[in-house]
């Protein structure tokens, strides 16, 4: 009697702990939980999910690892953070097969986004434009934690990349970068929108603090637009360049770039191949 209890009590506490992967970590990872950083599956996507305190709401992190990563259990990797990740999932191919073509350093990877069954229009005005203070916590407390305290991240060299809402983002975390406590090197922004229909930060007048803060700014920025976009996002383009070029930063590298014969839609891709040639490369 002791033994077929002991066996229905095992295999209610099997099935509870399969059925509720929260009990082991608030992150849910797919696969298997890797036993260290040096044997994982690289240049496939390795996917988790877990509910951000800050936002409110279930965050996807998508991470892709170099192709030597395994086999160089010393090397610590620069590190490239997309926003919008749902809809980059093929860039994490592109990115690794530049490094394949010995165009950049091997780099890890990292989408965030959001589950499959979300509304990826709706979810990302409400983080990428209504609450940017608080994604960017999520990815500062929460995302950028996770991620480097489970691989081997050069830390001193981040990339992170926006295009559109996402570029809206990230120029405005490029202005709190002294606030926020100088995380990136790189910031590569496709095709901004500076003043959206939504409540939204005043970027323009983010910049102005920053360079009332520091007059030093050892980071790179690419910006870019496309050039068969509308006047708006154009003139989005124009602000904020003009604004930037205003103030004489020490040790900061600007580009920006109209390119020819791309749109709202396309133009984020070379944005992102462009940039990290020009940038890892340093």
């Known amino acids: 009697m002791k033994k077929i209890f002991s066996i229905i009590l095992l295999f209610v506490i099997v099935t509870f702990m399969n059925i509720n992967p929260g009990i082991k970590n ?48 010393e090397k610590f990797y620069p590190i490239v953070y997309m926003t919008d990740g749902y809809w980059r999932t093929a860039e994490h191919d592109s990115i690794h097969q530049m490094s394949d073509n010995k165009e950049i350093p091997e780099v890890i990877v990292v989408g965030i986004g959001y589950p499959a069954d979300y509304n990826f229009d709706s979810i990302r005005v409400r983080d990428l434009i209504i609450n940017s203070e608080k994604f960017f ?41 002294v606030k926020q406590g100088k995380l990136f090197k790189n910031y590569i922004c ?21 360079w009332e803060s520091s007059k030093e700014l050892p980071v790179n920025l690419y910006e870019t637009v496309g050039g068969l976009e509308v006047p ?10 003009n604004a930037i070029k205003a103030h004489d930063y020490k040790d900061f590298h600007f580009e920006y770039e109209v390119i020819p014969n791309t749109n709202h839609f396309t133009v984020w891709r070379p944005t992102l191949l462009n940039s990290l040639r020009k940038f890892l490369n340093k």
């Open 190 to 210: 496709a095709s901004a929108s500076l003043n959206p229909p939504y409540t939204h930060v005043d970027l323009l007048n983010n910049e102005k603090l920053l």
């Open 26 to 73: 608030i992150f849910n990872d797919s696969g298997t939980e890797p036993v260290n950083k040096t044997q994982l599956p690289v240049e496939k996507i390795i996917d988790t999910t877990f509910v951000s305190k800050f936002v409110g709401d279930s965050i996807k992190i998508d991470v892709s690892l170099p192709a030597s990563y395994n086999n160089m259990p």
């Open 137 to 177: 916590q999520c990815i500062k407390q929460e995302v950028m934690p996770y991620v480097e305290n489970k691989y081997r991240v050069d830390t001193y060299n981040r990339t992170l990349w926006g295009a559109s809402y996402g570029g809206h983002f990230l120029i405005y975390a490029f202005t709190e970068h």
């Open 232 to 241: 708006d996002f154009i003139n989005s383009y124009n602000s904020i360049v």
